[in-house]
C-alpha cells in the first residue's frame, strides 16, 4: 500500500507522465490528419512538393512525439511561476532527443521526372537532408536558449 507521503511525491511525476501521454495522443491525431498513414505496410507518407515521400512509421511517430513533447513543455514550464525543475528536463531532453532522432528518420521517395521538365519543383535527397539540418539547427538553438534563460532565470530567483 503506497503511504500519503509517498503519494505526494508520487503525484508530479504521473503528473509529468500524463503530459507526455497527452504529447503522444497529440502526434498521432497530426499524422493521421495531415498525412496519409497505411497501417498495412507500415510506412507514412507525406506529399512535399510533387514528391511522395515515404517515412518508417516509427521513426516518424518517435519524431513527430518528441518535438510535440518539446513544444508542450516549453509553453507549459513559461505559463508556470514556479521553478520545476522536472518538466524543463523533459523539455530539455525531448529537443536534444528529437535533434538525435532526425538522423535515423529513413525517407524513400517517389519523384515524378514529367513534373521536373515543366519547371515545377521537387523534393530531391539533397533538399530533403538541407531541411532536416535546417529543423535540427532551429531546435538546437531554442534548445541553447531555454537553458540560458532558465539557468539565468533561476539565479535571479531568492532562495
Do not use: C
Request: avoid cysteine.
Amino acid at each position: 500500500m503506497i503511504s500519503r507521503l509517498e503519494m505526494v511525491k508520487l503525484k508530479p511525476v504521473l503528473i509529468q507522465l500524463a503530459w507526455l501521454a497527452l504529447a503522444l495522443i497529440i502526434s498521432i491525431l497530426i499524422i493521421f490528419l495531415f498525412w496519409k498513414w497505411n497501417f498495412h505496410y507500415h510506412f507514412i507518407t507525406i506529399k512535399i512538393l510533387g514528391t511522395r515521400v515515404g517515412f518508417s512509421e516509427m521513426s516518424i511517430i518517435l519524431s513527430t512525439w518528441l518535438l510535440v513533447s518539446f513544444i508542450i513543455f516549453v509553453i507549459k514550464e513559461f505559463w508556470v511561476k514556479q521553478n520545476r525543475i522536472v518538466g524543463k528536463t523533459i523539455a530539455i531532453v525531448a529537443g536534444i532527443s528529437f535533434i538525435i532522432s532526425l538522423n535515423y528518420v529513413d525517407g524513400g521517395w517517389t519523384s515524378y521526372p514529367s513534373l521536373e521538365s515543366i519547371g515545377q519543383m521537387q523534393l530531391t535527397p539533397e533538399t530533403f537532408a538541407q531541411g532536416i539540418l535546417l529543423l535540427q539547427v532551429v531546435t538546437g538553438v531554442a534548445v541553447v536558449i531555454l537553458l540560458f534563460w532558465w539557468s539565468r532565470k533561476r539565479a535571479i530567483q531568492p532562495v
